[in-house]
């Protein structure tokens, strides 16, 4: 069974820091490529960040960029996201999610979800 | 433009047929997938690609694609298909991206 787990949420202040773990089980994680999306209390889903299967290749949404990162550890079968000078709006549910292995790019397998809250 | 649109608020009766638009550029390239959320949960996803329905998905669920709309009908809607419903998709430079969401009632 393909189960993802976050891990690392919070409350942290406005210019802190947090670093995000989503481990997982079940399937051949070197082999897909892994992604964050948040969701914002309320509001919408919104892709953060992207990485490929190997590592080589790695995305940021305009709004992450410069101030996340995302990391992975194929031995660890885990996925993280490193956030730097935190904002207000980066305040959501965090979700990681696996990418389909073939055909159109949709995640196929999510995990519950670890909660940011940047507040003073 | 980068973007993914949706109607924020859709309803149907039950058992009646419900489609569910996302319209952008992108969607003329890049086939559009949708995903269905209810309160407190993960998203799951419904359809993906032209057609396709993961394991477990009811076939009630069918997606489809037209120019720039990509669409999710519900053929005999239930009342356990009551939800918030987000079609994604991506551009050409590997950026993905959901449209704002769409809230179905199940009447």
């Known amino acids: 069974e393909v189960q993802l787990v976050e891990s690392g949420g919070g409350l942290v202040k406005p210019g802190g820091s947090l670093r995000l773990s989503c481990a997982s089980s079940?399937?051949?994680?070197?082999?897909?490529?892994m992604h964050w999306v948040r969701q914002a209390p309320g509001k919408g889903l919104e892709w953060v960040s992207s990485?490929?299967?190997?590592?080589?290749?790695?995305y940021y949404a305009d709004s992450v960029k410069g101030r996340f990162t995302i990391s992975r550890d194929n031995a660890k079968t885990s996925v993280f996201l490193q956030m730097n000078s935190l904002r207000a709006e980066d305040t959501a549910v965090y979700f990681c999610?696996?990418?389909?292995?073939?055909?159109?790019?949709?995640?196929?397998?999510w995990g519950p979800g670890t909660l940011v809250t940047v507040s003073s | 433009s980068s973007e993914l649109t949706q109607d924020p608020a859709v309803s149907v009766a039950l058992g009646q047929t419900v489609r569910i638009t996302c319209q952008g550029d992108?969607?003329?390239?890049?086939?559009g997938n949708w995903y269905q959320q209810k309160p407190g949960q993960a998203p799951v996803l419904v359809i993906h690609?032209?057609?396709n329905r993961p394991s477990g998905i009811s076939d009630r669920f069918s997606g489809s694609t037209s120019g720039n709309t990509s669409s999710l009908t519900i053929t005999g809607a239930q009342a356990e298909d009551e939800g918030d419903y987000y079609c994604?998709?991506?551009?050409?430079?590997?950026?993905?991206?959901f449209g704002g969401g769409t809230k179905l009632t199940v009447l």
């Open positions: 999610a696996r990418m389909i292995l073939v055909g159109a790019t949709a995640f196929d397998y």
């Open positions: 079940g399937f051949t994680f070197r082999s897909y490529s």
């Open positions: 990485i490929s299967s190997s590592g080589n290749y790695i």
């Open positions: 992108n969607l003329r390239t890049y086939y």
């Open positions: 690609g032209k057609n």
């Open positions: 994604g998709s991506r551009d050409s430079d590997d950026h993905l991206m």
